[in-house]
């Protein structure tokens, strides 16, 4: 260990990115391009004491940092096996099941601690195991976070050799043609977007000097129904609005909601909504529906949260990511009000099919 340097020991902040257009892609010069993975972003440190798996609650709003390792034994029990004592890695943790990046099935492992019985766990390590998408390596053994992004790179590589499928190196190119492959090929199978890391830069945590590149979408979606939240002065205003689409049978399926709204724009929203508030004499598709997607159910974390509901008749514009399944995969952003749009129109039809290749073919052409 050269003098000055010290072993990294958790917590500290991983690196991050900022968001940049896919139609800048050409303007990058001097960087590597890794696919963004559909998954949960891990810090992983041996200690002499054990494994830690450092990420975050179960929301990207979750400040909390918490010790996954919990959630995944049969991770820790391989980097144990396959890592000297003061590794530290950046990974991500994702579940793959049948050429694809299973985000629920990811997501059933991440349950609060006191819920997390072991035999449960277990039982889902061994009938689904997780693996970990290895993409910087921070300390081997020795801190390497001053070096440059293409030299902890190489030694990342040669680290992973021989490591098997449970602990496997992310795919990284210099190619924009290759990275753009990636980027519209694969979403279906789990590549979120892409990563651009510049090839000379050191690692800092917590600073945003990559960039994050993901599709950027619009659709038109229904309003059937907003969610209250608590003003600074005590009054209730519009905490998200409730978006849902017609599917082929004509019935309106929940989606998902968009609320990143300013405290001033949530009092407008109310007085918005409130002209097609719900009467207890009116239909809605979402109180007593059988089978339909609808808002406010009971997760793994909890209750349901109140909602309240709204005559089907506001349709927004949004942009949004991906589609996944019936529902979208990431938060949407409410981009404009849409008053010449009959919201019987707003189906699952808009959304143009996306390729599906198998992620399998993706992880190989990483292979040390």
Known sequence: MQPGQERI?????PMLAKPAPFATLDQFHQ?????????????????????ILQGRGRSRSNAEVVDLAYAFPELVEWVAGATATGTVLDAEIVVRSEGHLDFGALAARLRPRAAAQRESIVTLAQGQPASLLIFDLLANPEPIMALPFIERRNLLREACTGWGEGLMLTPSTEDRSVAERWFNEYEQAGVDGLIAKPLHDPYIPGKRTQWKIKHHRTADMVV???RPQRAKDGSSVVGSLLLGLYDSDGALQYVGGTAAFTDAVRRELLAKVAPYRHAPTDSHPWLGSQGN??????????????????????????????????RFRHPVSFSRWRPDRDPTTCSFDQF????SASISGLLDSAAP
């Open 9 to 13: 020991t958790p917590p500290i902040e």
């Open 352 to 355: 143009p099919p996306t390729m």
């Open 293 to 326: 997607r609808v808002p406010g159910g009971a997760t793994r974390w909890g209750p349901g949260k109140d909602w309240e509901p709204l005559r089907p008749e506001l349709v927004v514009e949004v942009t949004y990511d991906q589609l996944q399944g019936p």
């Open 224 to 226: 059937a129904g907003w």
């Open 31 to 51: 960087v590597a391009f890794e696919p963004k993975w559909d998954g949960f972003r891990c810090l992983v440190f041996h200690l002499s004491s054990g494994i």
